[in-house]
């Protein structure tokens, strides 16, 4: 059951990396923010789980900038009526 949250996590991640790449999908759209959101919690609990701390640092990071970025998305969103 863990490699499948893995895999669901890695595959949320590499799709908005291949959207962004290939000019389908936004950097700052709210799908991309989700996407990586979503995939890079699942990974960093894995990673915690695991006591995978260098894994752990980087998924961390990464739904943390998410995170920020859908946050200032919403603020904007709200600002702009």
Same mark, same amino acid.
């Given at each position: 059951m863990?490699q $499948?949250?893995q895999? *669901?996590g890695?595959?949320?991640i &590499?799709?908005?990396f291949?959207g962004? =790449?290939t000019a389908?999908?936004? @950097? =700052? +759209?709210l799908?991309s #923010?989700?996407?990586?959101? #979503?995939?890079s @919690?699942i990974?960093? @609990? *894995?990673? &915690?789980i695991? +006591?995978?701390?260098g894994?752990?640092l980087?998924? $961390?990071v990464?739904?943390?900038? +998410?995170?920020w970025?859908?946050v200032?998305?919403v603020?904007n969103?709200v600002a702009?009526?």
């Amino acid at each position: 059951m863990d490699q $499948t949250f893995q895999l *669901i996590g890695a595959l949320l991640i &590499l799709a908005a990396f291949v959207g962004a =790449q290939t000019a389908r999908l936004p @950097v =700052q +759209s709210l799908p991309s #923010i989700l996407l990586n959101l #979503i995939g890079s @919690v699942i990974l960093a @609990v *894995i990673a &915690l789980i695991g +006591s995978d701390w260098g894994f752990l640092l980087l998924e $961390t990071v990464w739904a943390l900038v +998410s995170a920020w970025a859908l946050v200032k998305r919403v603020r904007n969103r709200v600002a702009a009526g």
